[in-house]
């Protein structure tokens, strides 16, 4: 099983720019969830989803948008980036009984 | 909203035992996890704790307290390897949200 993949790794945008963040899992779990970690702090939750077709916004979801037309994806879109953007974006899954988070690798995204 | 508590660095030597302690205050709470993240490194799952009391897991062990609104991780024997940040999360609601705490930074040292 590879798990959750995210790509890119690593990515740097101009202000203004736009791009999507690629997420996948392979372990047919429901949930989804976006996470976005600046240096030295906790992750905070931007998205996440609970199905196919069913999104819902966390704790920062401005400036971001998401979508979920399968299982297995869920990219995140970042539209008109902005230096506040710059974070390391990690992409998770959890498991049926919602106790335990499988989190991709993480895409580290500067805005310059 | 919700709120983590959890101090930003603890330092113990090898072969010791540390408590990393997390308070919490929210709404909808359904259970406390906790997650070991390297430097560079994804958060990878410790433990998750739905029912007040000790859960085991080899050298790691968490408790909950629901009624305190507190619970906190231990680790044994504390190897180099254990030199992490480790981060308390909250799920909240029936919809699987996980809400994570600022994070504890564990130096271990020889």
Known sequence: NAGVTQTPKFRILKIGQSMTLQCAQDMNHNYMYWYRQDPGMGLKLIYYSVGAGITDKGEVPNGYNVSRSTTEDFPLRLELAAPSQTSVYFCASSTPDGEKLFFGSGTQLSVL | ?110
Not at chain 2, 39 to 44: K, L
Not at chain 2, 77 to 93: I, N, W
Request: charged residues 15%.
């Open chain 2, 1 to 110: 909203g919700q709120s983590l508590e959890q101090p930003s660095e603890v330092t113990a030597v090898e072969g010791a035992i540390v408590q990393i302690n997390c308070t919490y205050q929210t709404s909808g709470f359904y259970g406390l996890s906790w997650y070991q993240q390297h430097d560079g490194g994804a958060p990878t799952f410790l433990s998750y704790n739905g029912l007040d009391g000790l859960e085991e897991t080899g050298r790691f062990s968490s408790f909950l307290s629901r009624s305190d609104s507190y619970g906190y991780l231990l680790l044994q024997e504390l190897q180099m390897k254990d030199s992490a940040s480790y981060f308390c999360a909250v799920k909240r609601g029936n919809f699987n949200k996980f809400y994570f705490g600022s994070g504890t930074k564990l130096n271990v040292k020889p």
